[in-house]
């Protein structure tokens, strides 16, 4: 399954607080290693801004969950995806299906 995860900063308080976030965030980070389940497509940081996107697909919920769990100064979505062509496909079945059903 392929997983769009976002993140953002949440609101620490002080500058000084803050300043301690970006340290811990960057001391966890630098000795996080991705799982071997992880295959990683994009991974940015917004620009001028304390968040990001991954994109990744992994066959385990948990193995999301936990990244998303790792760093608690953050703001997590994963949200599942799956390719635009692949949606269109199943969207015309789901029209066809409900356009047969008039007709009865």
């Known amino acids: 399954m ?35 389940n992880f295959k990683i497509e994009v991974f940015v940081i917004r620009v001028g801004d304390w968040g990001g996107y991954m994109l990744l697909d992994c066959d385990n919920p948990l193995a999301v969950h936990k990244f998303c769990s790792m760093l608690p100064a953050f703001v997590f979505e994963a949200r599942p995806v799956v390719p635009v062509m692949d949606a269109v496909r199943v969207e015309l079945e789901a029209i066809a299906f409900r356009d047969e059903l008039k007709g009865k």
């Open 2 to 36: 392929k997983y769009m995860i976002t993140w953002s900063e949440r609101s620490q308080g002080s500058p000084i607080e803050y300043e301690n976030a970006q340290k811990r965030i960057l001391e966890v980070f630098t000795q996080w290693k991705a799982p071997d």
